[in-house]
């Protein structure tokens, strides 16, 4: 992987220390394909070019006040926008406003915890997903794994399960608070861990305030098909790991079964996702 560095305006976590400084990292595509790339900030581009030819066909993008903060663990709307968000700027950047605001709730372990919200949007070739993650210690978040595909689930961290055929495997991606990246192919108890993502994430943490994520997941890298209307299923988690004293936190958008977030029967609609054929005229599927 080749990493281009630039120098950062956010206050972020090094991977030894939090020292007032900012950490950004991230993974995509070729300049035409990927997200606008951040000036300012800190983010990893493999070699190569990101899947060419996959497009969501365009919607309306104004979302009504009250879709803004559905009822946790209830069916949400994909939300195209015609413009993608600069994920150096998080969740400042204005096109994050017209997704839905997801509350994610603790497992049942912490009665009060910090607040964990994320946001979705699309375009015509990325799925992006966005986590603000209250924290009122960022001095206790555990970054240990380094490597991608390492036990990155062990750290804080965010995940994010979306399967666009619920009859068929889900993809599941883990982004720790030093941006190290886990992600696999799943299907019932088998993992393929030699899927990679082609994606670009960023995270920032904000002094004993919060730490936050932005991603990009290109929607032909999660092996979409053409289609009108589709209706995926996902999830949404957060963990923050026993510290100081403080017991293990588990989030979730789904109410699931119990604490194996790795349960696709209880993920969440995802409705009115839109796939059409290439420009070429090929399909969108791999």
Not at 49 to 66: H, I, N, Y
Request: aromatic content about 8%.
């Amino acid at each position: 992987m080749k990493w281009k560095k630039i120098s950062t305006g956010f206050f972020l976590a090094g991977l030894a220390c939090l020292c007032g400084c900012s950490n950004m990292d991230g993974a995509g595509g070729g300049s035409e394909n990927k997200p606008e790339s951040p000036a300012g900030h800190v983010m990893a581009v493999p070699v190569g070019g990101a899947p060419a030819g996959v497009s969501l066909t365009p919607v309306p993008t104004a979302v009504p006040v009250a879709n803004l903060a559905p009822r946790r663990g209830s069916a949400v709307a994909a939300v195209v926008v015609a413009q993608s968000p600069k994920l150096d700027k998080l969740l400042d950047d204005p096109m994050w406003q017209q997704a839905p605001v997801l509350k994610l709730a603790s497992l049942g372990n912490g009665a009060t915890v910090p607040k964990t919200t994320a946001r979705m949007l699309f375009d015509k070739k990325f799925m992006y997903v966005a986590f603000d993650c209250e924290d009122p210690d960022t001095g206790a978040i555990k970054k240990d794994c380094t490597e991608r595909d390492s036990s990155v689930w062990e750290d804080d961290c965010v995940e994010v399960f979306i399967s666009p055929d619920p009859a068929k495997s889900y993809k599941h991606i883990v982004i720790n608070a030093a941006n190290v990246i886990c992600d696999e192919d799943c299907d019932g108890n088998w993992r393929n861990a030699a899927w990679n993502a082609n994606l670009w994430s960023v995270v920032a943490i904000e002094t004993n305030q919060r730490w936050r994520v932005a991603m990009a997941i290109p929607l032909q890298d999660l092996g979409v098909t053409v289609g009108a209307n589709q209706t995926w299923r996902f999830n949404l988690n957060r963990t923050r790991p026993e510290r100081n004293g403080l017991p293990l936190v588990e989030y979730s958008w789904a109410e699931l079964p119990g604490h194996d977030y790795h349960a696709p029967d209880a993920f969440v609609a995802l409705t009115g996702v839109n796939i059409v054929a290439n420009n070429a005229g090929g399909t969108a599927a791999p």
